[in-house]
């Protein structure tokens, strides 16, 4: 609790600081004001939205408009799941601002996010890790989304409670803590592949695993290490929390699919299992080469897509984003439960396959914040080369710098 309460003051902090002074000395940028044309993220006065900035930017005018007025037949908002803004509303009601709502649930589920990280850390790698690991997530540079008015603090407290309660064996709650990801970001159904393999695979704390025979053969060693039993039930839970939002689309709207079709409304196009890695990697080197030597006649960029030059640096800090988070996953194969690598690998399957033209990765750094294992694995690897402090200070400056971008409605991620 000590650690966890620390990690989110000192980090909140910075997140703080940097989004007043970057408002303050940048101001809003330049033709953003269409983003949000009914103020919902500015609904104070000028001290208070100042203090807001860091806050409620971008999607955030989705999730508050949403609570406010529904899905309203718009197939854009679908893509935004709706436990989120259902708590936005009821909390909302309570305290008289959705907004205010909002960042008490990120910032509470933060909290319990990172309480229960150390809880699962020191489980899987020792006392010692679980302080480093839970600093490390908290000032990580996209860090700045557990506080605002997002789905990422909320699902990451869902996520690790899913994984955790797994972990030791707690079927019933891990179906429920999964079912509710679902129904609350369009990765949580994945949460169903580390519950199946951990209850196949383990480890676990509820039960003896089969003793596998030396003499064993590769094939072999494939089969589940532990009984299949009705308590694998409980996992159906995770596809029924998407189920149930499909089906309240189906009744309300009469397009139970509209989840899946917004993609296309939001400039995303299906590029082939992991596809969006090699365009990826393409954007990226036209970024390079844009940078070194402007960019070439005629431009393959539509107006509308904004600066070709700023695109271009985009490109490349998300395809560095990838990059770091691919060899994380690498290394939480090797040092963690297969069960995480495998769901790290899943909930990336969807940003990856549907990439965004002329921004292949948008979104990725948002898609692997929320991914703890990774971040259990980079303690691991900082603490055995003695960098922690180096790391988590790194970190904490490029928190800020991605902080003030977002609070001046520049775009980040």
């Not at 806050?55 to 679908?78: E, K, M, N, V």
């Not at 690897?381 to 790194?394: C, F, H, Y």
């Amino acid at each position: 609790m000590r650690v966890s309460w620390t990690a989110v003051w000192s980090s909140r902090l910075v997140v703080l600081a940097a989004g007043v002074l970057a408002v303050l000395a940048f101001h809003r940028a330049p033709g953003t004001a269409g983003f949000d044309p009914s103020g919902v993220t500015a609904p104070f006065g000028y001290f208070g939205n100042l203090l807001a900035a860091p806050f409620a930017r971008w999607d955030s005018a989705w999730y508050l408009t949403i609570a406010q007025i529904g899905y309203d037949h718009d197939p854009s908002r679908t893509a935004f799941f709706p436990l989120y803004p259902v708590l936005l509303h009821w909390l909302g009601f309570v305290v008289g601002s959705d907004l205010v709502a909002g960042v008490l649930i990120s910032l509470g589920s933060f909290f319990v996010a990172l309480v229960v990280l150390y809880r699962l850390t020191r489980l899987e790698l020792g006392e010692d890790l679980a302080p480093v690991t839970v600093m490390l997530i908290a000032f990580s540079p996209m860090a700045f989304f557990f506080s605002a008015v997002y789905s990422e603090g909320l699902f990451l407290a869902l996520s690790v409670g899913c994984i955790w309660q797994a972990r030791i064996g707690r079927w019933m709650w891990a179906g429920v803590l999964g079912g509710l990801a679902a129904a609350e970001r369009n990765s949580g159904v994945m949460l169903l592949v580390p519950i199946v393999l951990l209850f196949l695979y383990g480890p676990r704390e509820d039960a003896v695993a089969r003793i596998r025979a030396a003499t064993e053969s590769r094939l072999a060693r494939l089969r589940p290490r532990y009984r299949l039993t009705p308590k694998l039930g409980w996992a159906l839970l995770v596809p029924a929390g998407l189920a149930a939002y499909v089906l309240v689309l189906a009744l309300t709207t009469g397009d139970g699919l509209a989840p899946f079709r917004s993609q296309e409304v939001w400039f995303r196009h299906f590029a082939g299992p992991l596809g969006g890695i090699w365009d990826g990697a393409v954007a990226a080197w036209d970024g390079l080469r844009q940078l070194l030597h402007g960019p070439p006649p005629p431009l393959y960029f539509a107006k509308a897509a904004g600066d070709p030059m700023a695109i271009a640096g985009q490109n490349l800090m998300l395809f560095a984003f990838l990059g770091v988070g691919i060899a994380a996953i690498v290394g939480t194969f090797r040092r963690l439960p297969f069960a995480y690598g495998a769901y790290c690998v899943a909930a990336l399957t969807l940003p990856l396959s549907y990439p965004v033209t002329p921004r292949p990765l948008i979104s990725v750094p948002r898609y692997e914040v929320v991914l703890f294992p990774l971040f259990m694995w980079g303690a691991w690897w900082i603490a055995r080369r003695r960098w922690t402090v180096p790391a988590i200070a790194s970190g904490a400056v490029l928190l800020g710098l991605f902080t003030a971008e977002f609070a001046t409605w520049r775009f980040v991620a």
